[in-house]
């Protein structure tokens, strides 16, 4: 049923502008935090700066596979000159700790990893040593310190190692379990709560005869957990104020931010902003980007709870999110109000035109060609999903404007996994 109140009306402002406004509206909330086991803390962000309680290695050990010996005792080895050593034992890993010590021309086989017995400062090659019964004959000479690690040379007690707010990758993960960290504080991952909206749509894997399936909501998801958050999927929403109030209401008891998914251009169903200005202060912040795609879509504050409303046509469903939604997912990570999208350098196989009043995001194909990476404009209607499966980034192309063909433009990859599908 249509609202008495409703109201078809969207002011357009400039996607800075929009970006300040949310910018403002996050800048100031907490991060939640909490503690996870290491081992399974791969994409978090760290809340917490990592500063090492031991020195790292805590002894000296051979780099590679050789024979310790002391420097000055082949300071004179050479193809003319071999010198002669005695091999009193051998070491490996497990040997640490050691009492073992050598004295002037004498060595120990240390296998990789071993520690280094008392008195040696060197290692020699195993490949640089001829054997000889008990002896290796040594014809190059050593200084102090090849082939050792010493202690402290990986990390030093004391030393900040992971600052607060990075992304932890496998790296990362490795060295903190080096440290014996068995748990770590990262930020709590967003829940986003997806809610599409409209008449017309049905639950995907059922009779969609007469029916259009609900698939933007599962784009929407998968980004949302790509992104770094919890996706939190809503029933769809009937094109009535009462039922999307209702069920907006109910994702924000589930989830700190809350994305709608059509409804909310000025046709006479379009009832989300009207649902939305009866949740409570402040309400809207703005409805209205200049941008095409993503011209309708808007953000709101309902309380402590954020809502991002966008587009029903697909293309701009997509854009309105990693243009407006990104920013915000990072922001309650501990990221920083931005995209962290890859830019890449390419040339435009096509001239290109922006409307006057509006910027285009321009969906783009990367490959590469020889050298080169180039960016094909696609240019289908934005309802068009295969049109979006075959980008791979988007162009700003600013308002009144013109980019022409073989021109170098920044692309904006949709994520680093669009780098599997550039090779030429």
């Known amino acids: 049923m249509s609202s008495p109140q409703q109201r078809r009306f969207f002011k357009l402002i400039h996607l800075e502008e929009a970006l300040r406004l949310m910018h403002e509206a996050v800048q100031n909330r907490p991060i939640e935090c909490e503690n996870v086991e290491t081992v399974r803390s791969l994409g978090r962000v760290l809340a917490e700066n990592i500063v090492s309680e031991v020195d ?37 890993p ?59 040379e990986d990390l030093k007690r004391n030393e900040l190692v992971l600052a607060k707010n990075r992304l932890l990758r496998p790296q990362d993960i490795g060295l903190l379990v080096a440290l014996n960290r068995k748990y770590v504080n990262v930020t709590r991952r967003p829940r986003v709560a997806i809610l599409s909206v409209g008449d017309e749509l049905i639950e995907p894997f059922k009779d969609s005869q007469n029916k259009t399936i609900n698939d933007h909501a599962y784009i929407v998801s998968s980004l949302v957990e790509y992104f ?43 009832y989300v902003p009207d649902a939305i200005r009866i949740l409570g202060e402040p309400g809207i912040v703005f409805h209205g980007v200049a941008l095409s795609a993503g011209k309708v879509s808007g953000f709101a504050v309902a309380g402590s709870k954020l809502i991002v409303m966008l587009p029903g046509h697909v293309g701009s469903t997509v854009a309105g999110f990693y243009l407006l939604v990104t920013p915000l997912m990072n922001m309650l990570q501990g990221l920083g109000f931005k995209d962290s999208l890859p830019t890449l350098k390419c040339v435009l196989d096509e001239t290109v035109r922006a409307k006057r009043l509006v910027d285009l995001l321009l969906p783009v194909k990367v490959f590469r060609s020889g050298a080169e990476y180039h960016a094909m404009p696609l240019t289908k209607p934005l309802s068009v999903l295969k049109n979006l499966v075959d980008a791979n980034g988007y162009v700003i192309v600013p308002a009144n404007s013109v980019l022409t063909k073989g021109a170098s433009v920044d692309v904006k990859l949709y994520g680093a996994l669009e780098f599997h599908s550039l090779a030429g």
Request: some cysteine; proline content about 6%.
């Open 56 to 92: 790292l290695p805590n002894h000296d050990y051979a780099a590679m596979d050789g024979y310790a010996v002391r420097a000055s005792s082949v300071k004179e080895a050479s193809q003319s000159n071999p010198v002669r050593l005695t091999v009193t034992g051998e070491l490996h």
């Open 228 to 270: 770094g958050g919890e996706p939190v999927l809503i029933a769809i929403a009937r094109d009535n104020v009462e039922d999307i109030s209702r069920k907006i209401t109910s994702a924000m008891e589930k989830a700190d931010l809350v994305i709608t998914i059509a409804g909310c251009s000025v046709g006479v169903r379009d």
């Open 94 to 152: 497990p040997d640490h700790p050691t009492n073992r010590s050598i004295a002037d021309h004498e060595a120990v086989y240390v296998a990789c990893g071993a520690p280094i017995p008392k008195r040696a400062d060197a290692v020699l090659r195993v490949e640089h040593a001829d054997k000889e019964n008990e002896e290796i004959i040594v014809k190059t000479p050593l200084e102090q310190g090849r082939n050792i690690c010493h202690i402290g």
